[in-house]
């Protein structure tokens, strides 16, 4: 599943391909990914519009189009977005594509169909990312700030870091990397850590987010086509049962908030 790194990676590809092209025609191939928009709505409004900027906010990307208008996709569990020679050559999975002059473009590829494509003003998308919370990797994402927000939380320490209205972007497999870094129990009451705790949780959440964002850049084609472990280390994420290496313990497994928790025993209190 795309997370923040996988999705920030996708955008740096395509943004070397996509800035300043001119869409020539636009195809929705499946209707349920524009819903409620209509497809005609959609086709007809981006047609001859420029591609000003590719954007990533939390896990959506936007891409800026002339005329103050945006199309916003959200990739979901097994979307993809990237640029090609010659879209009349596209896959079975392809859900919507951008044309571009002599047939370059960017096809939405989704074997699961699940992903979204919208079209927004410019207006309606000040009000879509209106309750997020600050970048993990951006200036505004303080130890300071961090450690206000945590301490107004009662929420345990994994689920505070996946409350996107706190922290945008960060998912199940590196929230749980970050609480293994910083040595954290994932079920600890967020609020109860002690302020170098906290600020060692802030420094997990950005060291961890560089790391996977850089590896992600240089590895990434897609979901499924590269796993997070061939260059960026998951001690316990999907690690169930089997040992930490850093003290040998089991790794455990827990639900939390609908999904799956790992975590150790040993290293994580």
């Avoid at 999705?7 to 092209?21: H, N, P, S, W």
């Avoid at 979307?79 to 010659?86: E, F, I, M, R």
């Avoid at 639900?255 to 209190?269: E, F, L």
């Amino acid at each position: 599943m795309p997370e923040l790194p996988e999705v920030e990676a996708v955008c740096r590809k395509l943004r070397d391909e996509a800035f300043g092209q001119c869409i020539r025609s636009a195809r929705i191939l499946r209707l349920g990914i524009v819903h409620p928009q209509s497809v005609d709505q959609v086709e007809q409004s981006v047609a001859g519009r420029r591609i000003l900027a590719v954007e990533r906010r939390a896990k959506n990307i936007f891409l800026r189009l002339s005329g103050d208008v945006a199309i916003r996709i959200h990739l979901r569990m097994t979307g993809n977005l990237y640029a090609v020679p010659d879209v009349r050559f596209h896959p079975p999975s392809t859900r919507a594509y951008l044309e571009f002059p002599s047939h370059r473009g960017i096809l939405f590829t989704d074997p699961r169909a699940l992903g979204k494509l919208h079209l927004h003003t410019t207006q309606e998308v000040e009000g879509i990312l209106a309750n997020l919370g600050p970048e993990p990797l951006s200036n505004e994402f303080t130890a300071e700030w961090f450690y206000a927000e945590a301490k107004r939380s009662r929420l345990p320490a994994k689920l505070f870091l996946m409350d996107q209205r706190r922290i945008a972007g960060l998912g199940n497999i590196y929230a749980a990397e970050v609480l293994f870094r910083a040595r954290i129990h994932p079920g600890r009451v967020v609020s109860r850590l002690s302020r170098p705790r906290l600020f060692a949780l802030h420094a997990a959440v950005v060291q961890v987010l560089q790391e996977a964002v850089e590896s992600a850049c240089h590895a990434y084609s897609g979901p499924g086509h590269f796993g997070e472990a061939e260059s960026f280390s998951c001690f316990v994420y999907d690690r169930e049962d089997r040992p930490c290496q850093v003290c040998g313990r089991k790794i455990r497994r827990i639900p939390q908030g609908g999904r799956s928790t790992y975590y150790c025993p040993g290293c994580q209190r």
